[in-house]
């Protein structure tokens, strides 16, 4: 994106997004093709709260600051107007995704003064990494040459119309090329027709994208989790630092509140068919639980009078199990818990069952409605609120509640999951073998419980699911039962993992398969350290910018850990190697040292540094990181300085309030602890389970 004026070459931006990309529509065409003139028609004719609209020069000058504007950016070097080009592209980038609107920005591909030989190219890789959709708006090349001399509004360079065929052209193939490779939708436009008749036609498409896109509803889901954590973080004392998530229907009450919705609409035109489907269940029976039948779904919804009056109905029937209504009325009390309702069933049912009972202010409801309704709810988007939550930027512990197939890929991806389960008449019959096979893709040592999952039995005489080795059961209704107590003791906020996340399940693999050892094992650590250094230690320090050539010959901005160069790598010894050599290559200006005892820790290691990273590949009991950080604090060096334990697994019973390092990650605000999983299994490796001796090849010796 560049403004007209501008004629230097740009250069690759700052990687994609990794969440899915917010909407956003690129309008171009060569210079007086009328891109100005539509977006002005467009600003005024659509919906705010679906689109923002941008002019690219407009967005440029305003970064330029309050006294300066786009002359300014004209006399900047080629190297800092490519910076404001890839700041402007990015700013609305990252609005976008942070208020779920469609944008749509006008600027420039090339340009192709008079004389030249070839068109100097503006596009830049962040434009290619930002935008969904090209409108390319095409005139006949006099029509285009008679529109430039016109124009009494911008002065427009006098080419011939051989010369604006040739640029149109080029530019256009150009386009079209880069939107192939980047699965980018180009949508060719007859620039010539009047603008009321284009503006019309360029709505009607953009509502299209705007509403049957499935990762823009993504993309408004995330914004509304993040906005949903800032108000709840907003009112409270407390930091937050766990989220408990439900399922609604099956899981907080025995009754299907959706079913009961279509039943009470049924009855008012004639007499209830108990057998019959529901309008919901026959579009799930036709076509799945996919995003498209749950528009449909939300569709039937938009048909029904009396939708207000039908919702209250069904939620003045509804009584929540008393084990979960207990469980929302403590989150009233304790600050750092939050608690969310998202369900695949009607928002605005749950969202009157919970004010019924006076939790409005202390439960969110996320959930489907009508069409007109900002989101549609899939097992997709359950699981899409948990990753939100446990991930940057929030890295919140989750705890999921649910019942069926549905809730799955929530309950899996929560740091726990618990599966609620009812009366063997009314559960899902197909929850069995879903567990059943979920556990055994999990399982891949001999622990028989060696994945996240749980369950709660409700009321607590029904039969379990599967059994209890595989799947223990928790007690919800018992003050004094370990899992309900961690509710609300919480992690510790300084404790950052990657536990469930599809990343650390690639990663870890290889180090719990038993025929892996020896270099290959210390090249499975030394990713794992690399991982762990760019996903959280950046997060944790943060990141300063520095100068780097590009390979154009120019200079551009890069990044490197904050205080790189004052930044000291401890790898204990000598499990913690392989895994330091993974950090070190992410922040290669830190200092390097080998400790097998805290004496090896000198106070000149110390001496000026902001941070020490200390790394092992398991932390037990924690005895070893306490060591450390005892002689670490005691030297005058050391009182002040940022201490970051990474390991690629973590005892979570190390981490709790009852334990010595637990208790520190809560009160010292520069200890932190970074590890690829939290495990509850209290194995210690001997002999060939041994990690050191599967690093190193020393199994025979022990």
């Known amino acids: 994106m560049s403004s007209e004026a501008d004629q230097s070459t740009t250069t690759v931006a700052l990687a994609p997004p990794t969440v899915p990309k917010p909407i956003i529509i690129g309008m171009y065409g060569l210079p007086g093709s009328g891109k100005s003139t539509i977006l002005e028609h467009l600003k005024k004719s659509l919906p705010s709260d679906m689109f923002a609209v ?255 009056e039908l919702c209250n109905d069904v939620a003045e029937k509804v009584t929540l199990y008393p084990e979960f209504l207990s469980l929302l009325r403590r989150v009233k009390k304790h600050g750092h818990v939050m608690a969310v309702v998202v369900t695949c069933g009607l928002r605005r049912v749950w969202e009157l069952v919970v004010e019924k009972q006076d939790l409005g202010r202390h439960v969110r409801v996320i959930g489907n409605g009508d069409i007109s309704d900002k989101h549609i709810i899939t097992a997709k988007s359950k699981e899409a609120v948990v990753d939100r939550l446990r991930g940057p930027p929030h890295n919140l512990r989750v705890v999921a509640f649910g019942d069926s197939p549905l809730d799955l890929p929530m309950l899996q991806a929560a740091d726990e999951g618990v599966i609620v389960v009812g009366e063997e008449l009314s559960r899902s019959k197909s929850m069995e073998d879903a567990l059943s096979m979920a556990i055994e893709q999990v399982n891949t040592n001999d622990a028989p419980h060696s994945h996240n999952l749980r369950q709660t039995l409700l009321p607590y005489t029904v039969t379990p699911r599967l059994d209890t080795a595989r799947l223990p059961v928790v007690d919800l209704s018992d003050p004094t039962d370990p899992f309900n107590q961690s509710l609300f003791d919480g992690p510790p906020s300084n404790l950052l993992h990657a536990s469930n996340r599809p990343s650390a399940r690639l990663l870890m693999t290889p180090t719990r398969d038993a025929n892996i050892s020896g270099p290959a094992l210390r090249e499975a650590h030394r990713r794992i350290g690399w991982y762990l250094a760019t996903e959280f230690i950046t997060s944790i320090i943060g990141l300063e910018e520095y100068a780097i050539p590009h390979v154009q010959g120019h200079k551009i901005t890069g990044h490197r850990l904050l205080h790189e160069q004052d930044t000291t790598i401890v790898a204990l010894m000598r499990g913690g190697e392989p895994m330091a050599f993974g950090v070190n290559e992410a922040f290669p200006l830190a200092m390097f040292l080998h400790a097998k005892t805290p004496e090896d820790v000198k106070p000149h290691h110390l001496s000026n540094q902001q941070t020490i990273i200390l790394v092992d590949s398991v932390v037990n009991n924690g005895k070893t990181v306490l060591e450390f950080r005892e002689r670490i604090r005691a030297m005058d060096e050391g009182k002040d300085i940022h201490v970051v334990v990474v390991a690629g697994v973590v005892q979570v019973e190390a981490t709790g309030v009852d334990h010595e390092l637990g208790r520190l990650l809560r009160r010292d605000g520069k200890l932190h602890l970074v590890a690829l999983r939290v495990s509850e299994n209290k194995f210690t490796g001997r002999g060939g389970t041994d990690t050191g001796n599967r690093l190193f090849g020393t199994v025979r010796l022990d």
């Not at 600027?107 to 090209?134: C, L, N």
């Not at 049957?212 to 930091?239: F, I, P, W």
């Open 54 to 308: 941008y002019e690219g020069s407009a967005v440029i000058a305003s970064l330029m600051g309050p006294a300066r504007g786009l002359d300014d950016f004209h006399a900047l070097s080629d190297e800092d107007k490519t910076r404001y080009r890839e700041l402007a592209i990015t700013q609305i980038r990252d609005e976008c995704q942070k208020s779920g609107l469609a944008g749509i920005v006008a600027g420039h591909y090339m340009f192709w003064p008079r004389g030249s030989e070839q068109g100097t190219v503006v596009w830049t890789k962040a434009d290619q990494d930002t935008f969904t959709h090209i409108f390319y708006l095409q005139l006949a090349a006099e029509t285009l040459c008679r529109r430039r001399q016109r124009d009494q509004v911008r002065k427009r360079e006098a080419v011939t119309p051989g010369h604006l065929h040739k640029w149109q052209e080029e530019e256009m193939q150009q386009l079209d090329a880069i939107a192939k490779d980047s699965e980018v939708r180009f949508v060719g436009l007859d620039g010539a027709k009047e603008s009321e008749s284009l503006v019309s036609k360029i709505s009607k498409r953009l509502h299209k994208f705007r509403t049957e896109s499935e990762d823009c509803n993504h993309v408004r889901l995330l914004a509304t989790v993040d906005g949903m954590v800032a108000k709840v973080t907003a009112c409270r004392d407390a930091k937050v630092t766990t989220a408990l998530v439900f399922d609604a229907d099956k899981t907080l009450t025995a009754k299907d509140t959706g079913k009961e919705f279509w039943k009470r609409e049924s009855s008012r035109r004639r007499p209830i068919d108990q057998q019959a489907p529901t309008p919901a269940e026959e579009v799930f029976r036709e076509h799945g639980y996919t995003y498209e039948a749950f528009r449909q779904v939300a569709m039937s919804y938009s048909n029904v009078e009396g939708f207000e």
